[in-house]
């Protein structure tokens, strides 16, 4: 691997990322070095003040050197800032964007482990510190040691003795910062962690005020709430205490070199074997050589806490996706299911053995007792999740061999909790297929009767629907989304008992529309109230992760099984009264 592709990958960079981290190395290691000159002209002044050569045809040189030494200071700073701040904050939106990219292929199996808090936090917090490390820690960091050591050889070629008495500091002063290494990684990992949890917590609080409110458990939340921002204060205290004991001891052992350095000068030139000059040298170099190594020390604790957020990085852009092939050769839209079994990250067996085949042109109805597996069943045909066992086709093809994405576009899909978005309803409904007109929103909007209350809004078809369509009614909610699978008219309908916040008169006047919709479709329908199922052509009855009974509806409820008992219970329980 080459040192671009290595710095990419630890960093989580792009390819412009990694080649600008490069350049900004090299200006830290300039701009380190060029901070020596001013030295070397003091010693050259010096030099001619104790050989007794200084005089005005010197001067030039002087002066022509602390300019020139000034000028290289103000360029290389600039270069410096151009490599490291300016790229950073693209490499940032490079980075982010490559997370958003890697996401939206990642299967939903991926979510079900990482909680939205946790990802938000990778996306955002985690990326604005790889920002910080980027344009400061890592370069300032290469750079120092870069510079330092280019300055300790060169220091070599004038007194061994004095040189060893300089840098024997660096390597045990590095030493120290890094020895705390599994320390501090473990410290920071776990303020990480409680960070995570707490932000979790607040994003729980928002999400379940109404429901805190109305059995009065707000202050309870608090409690927990606060519990957690506690957590995480003790935590990064712990975490940043320890860090500053190591890092602060290191840069006392730096300035002991100061004092070493003064030690055995002092004892060479007292016995002769060095010269003034060169004592003088030493303190000069010394006084200015652990500068950017100081700062270097702080950022190597830095640098090693930036490890905890590029594994994390690390695991969604590793993280392998679903992939497929884009050039499918349908025969008929059937959806088929032969001996499949499945089960969730927690291992439960969810489905067992289920074989059936919805047909295009009918609706199948999948019913059975809660938890049964008719949502995991409508998840595998849209491969959401991949079954562990058996096939899964779709017009003849095995959907686990097929593009999630070109998968997708064959379904139209009408969930019973509706996604909106903050967005106008016009864009909302368009989100079915993107490049729909005007003229054609309407139209399905018209289908899945939303036109009527989309009238009496504000801004009528213009008006803003507010966060995840919160100023809508759930009925209302449920016909935009209808309204979307109208536009889209996909071959293959997947529908969670759709019509379920519908009153009435709504309810009838969706059904005569998905009627006309589902024509000649793939239509597979997860069921809860008997009722709607009663004219669809099959009927698929799921219980403990098996088809325990199918067939047309006449004939199930001729049979005294699971589907006669559903709509007895459910005729009782029409009856009942408040
Ligand atoms: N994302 C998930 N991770 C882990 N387990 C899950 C997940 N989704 C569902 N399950 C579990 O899988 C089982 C089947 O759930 P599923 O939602 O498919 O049933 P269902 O028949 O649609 O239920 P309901 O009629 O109540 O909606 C349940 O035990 C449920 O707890």
């Known amino acids: 691997m080459s040192l671009l592709e290595k710095i990419k990958h630890k960093y989580a960079l792009s390819d412009q990322g990694a080649r600008d981290m490069v350049k900004a190395i090299v200006a830290v290691t300039i701009s380190d070095i060029v901070l020596m000159f001013p030295v070397g002209i003091l010693y050259l002044l010096a030099s001619d003040i104790l050989k007794g050569t200084i005089g005005r045809d010197r001067m030039p040189l002087y002066i022509g050197g602390t300019v020139a030494a000034l000028l290289l200071i103000i360029m290389t700073s600039y270069f410096q800032y151009n490599a490291t701040f300016l790229s950073t904050y693209i490499e940032s939106g490079v980075r982010r964007r490559t997370l958003a990219e890697k996401l939206r292929k990642l299967p939903l199996s991926f979510f079900g482990k990482k909680d939205l808090a946790d990802l938000t936090n990778t996306i955002m917090g985690d990326c604005a510190w790889l920002e910080t490390a980027s344009s400061h820690f890592i370069p300032e960091l290469i750079g120092a040691m870069i510079s330092t050591t280019i300055v300790v050889i060169s220091l070599f070629f004038f007194d061994l003795r004095m040189t060893l008495a300089a840098v024997w500091v660096l390597p045990v002063a590095f030493l120290v910062v890094f020895a705390a290494r599994p320390i501090t990684m473990r410290l920071n990992e776990k303020a990480t962690k409680y960070k995570i949890n707490c932000m979790d917590g607040i994003q729980e609080g928002l999400e379940t005020l109404r429901d805190l409110k109305s059995y009065n458990a707000t202050e309870t939340y608090m409690v927990g709430l606060n519990r957690k921002i506690k957590a995480v204060e003790s935590h990064s205290v712990s975490s940043e205490f320890v860090n500053a004991v190591f890092v602060c001891s290191a840069q006392m052992i730096l300035k002991l070199g100061i004092g070493v350095v003064a030690l055995t000068g002092g004892i060479l030139f007292s016995r002769g074997e060095i010269s003034a000059l060169t004592f003088f040298m030493y303190l000069l170099v010394v006084s200015r050589m652990y500068d950017p190594f100081q700062v270097a020390l702080q950022n190597l604790s830095a640098v090693i806490a930036t490890d905890t957020q590029c594994k994390r990085m690390d695991e969604i852009l590793s993280h392998k996706e679903q992939e497929g092939r884009q050039d499918m050769d349908y025969q008929g839209y059937d959806i088929c299911f032969d001996h499949v079994g499945f089960s969730y990250e927690d291992g439960e067996q969810v489905l067992r053995d289920v074989s059936f085949t919805a047909k295009q042109g009918e609706v199948t109805a999948l019913i059975g007792p809660s938890g049964g597996g008719k949502t995991t069943v409508s998840r595998l045909a849209a491969r959401f999740w991949d079954a562990d066992r058996g096939t899964i086709t779709v017009g003849g093809m095995n959907v686990s061999g097929i593009d999630p994405e070109t998968l997708l576009s064959l379904y139209s899909i009408v969930f019973q909790d509706v996604t909106l978005f903050n967005n106008t309803v016009m864009e909302n409904i368009r989100i079915g297929r993107k490049d729909a007109t005007d003229e054609e929103v309407l139209a399905a909007a018209k289908l899945a009767h939303c036109d009527e209350f989309i009238e009496k809004l504000p801004e009528k078809w213009d008006s803003m629907i507010g966060e995840n369509g919160s100023e809508l009614s759930g009925g209302e909610r449920q016909r935009i989304s209808i309204a979307r699978a109208f536009l889209k008219d996909a071959p ?5 008992e759709a019509t379920a916040s519908l009153d009435v008169d709504n309810e009838s006047l969706i059904q005569e529309a998905i009627s006309r919709l589902i024509q000649n479709k793939t ?39 699971i589907y006669r008992h559903m709509v007895e219970l459910q005729l009782r329980s029409e009856q009942w009264k408040y």
């Open 523 to 561: 239509v597979l329908i997860i069921a809860h109230r008997m009722r709607t199922v009663d004219g669809v052509d099959k009927i698929v009855v799921l219980k403990d992760g098996i088809v325990a009974e199918s067939g047309i509806p006449e004939e199930l409820k001729e049979a005294d099984g």
């Open 492 to 496: 293959i309908i997947l529908m969670d």
